[in-house]
């Protein structure tokens, strides 16, 4: 179906442009589409590789883009190390103080260390997050998706633990009930268990919102820097996250 709908989209264009519903031209279109990758250039993850969009016209013509890039990112084979999961971290109000953000010692230190260099443009978002937190931040994607775990998680024994539950709860569907098992499995792990499944469930990591310019810019060069360093991301399924962990 896909390669006979581009055919079509390919020999129309040679005589009349395609055209949507709208009666607008695909060219409009990708017009617009562009438009707003530009608008959103930071929702285009630096890190990722290749980053496929298909758009299908209600003409039935069919739209492929790709992005690929250099990264200007210093490759990370952990990338599924973490997730900060967007609305969860939406629902945190900006502008924590570090002691809202109740860190370990390098964390905690990390965070003064980066509020000191940006004083006026530093915000937190995220820092330590309970066990039941995190099973509630989790669980709106099990009901969507009930291998969004092992999708998303770097594969650990906590991992596979989490996974389990769920396999083994097909009756539990609802938001509630996933979060409460995924957190009475959580709630049997040690703290370098924990630590190894979430950084922010140890306190030792946190999240700061993003910044743009040049002094985004400062803040991210910054963060690399930050003494006791373990991870850190800019990016997170596609979402602008910036996070950044410890050792303890
Ligand atoms: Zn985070």
């Known amino acids: 179906m896909a390669s006979s709908s581009k055919s079509t989209a390919r020999k129309s264009t040679a005589r009349t442009p395609v055209r949507s519903a709208r009666g607008r031209t695909l060219a409009q279109e990708l017009s617009e589409v562009l438009d707003v990758v530009r608008l959103h250039a930071a929702s285009f993850p630096s890190r990722t590789e290749r980053t496929r969009i298909s758009l299908t016209l209600d003409s039935g013509s069919r739209l ?9 990112v210093g490759y990370s084979p952990e990338t599924n190390e973490h997730v900060c999961l967007g609305y969860d971290v939406q629902l945190e ?25 940006f004083p006026d443009h530093l915000k937190f978002t995220s820092g330590r997050r309970s ?6 931040a989790m669980a709106p994607n099990v009901v969507k998706n009930r291998k969004w775990i092992q999708q998303t998680y770097k594969d650990t024994p906590q991992r596979a ?57 400062k803040i991210k060069e910054a963060i690399g820097k930050l003494p006791k360093l373990h991870w850190h991301t800019f990016e997170e399924g596609g979402l602008e996250i910036w996070h950044a962990q410890f050792n303890p």
């Open 64 to 72: 492929e883009l790709e992005f690929s890039g250099p990264s200007d």
């Open 93 to 117: 109000a900006p502008g924590k103080s570090i002691n809202d953000l109740d860190l370990g010692a390098s964390a905690k230190a990390a965070a003064q260390n980066l509020l000191d260099q």
């Open 131 to 136: 066990i039941a937190s995190q099973a509630s």
């Open 161 to 217: 633990g989490l996974q389990k539950w769920v396999d083994d709860h097909p009756a539990a569907t609802t938001v509630s009930a996933i979060a409460a098992g995924l957190e009475s499995v959580m709630n049997t792990w040690t703290q370098d268990q924990q630590r190894n499944f979430s950084r922010h469930i140890s306190g030792d990591a946190f999240d700061v919102q993003p910044v743009g310019g040049d002094t985004g810019k």
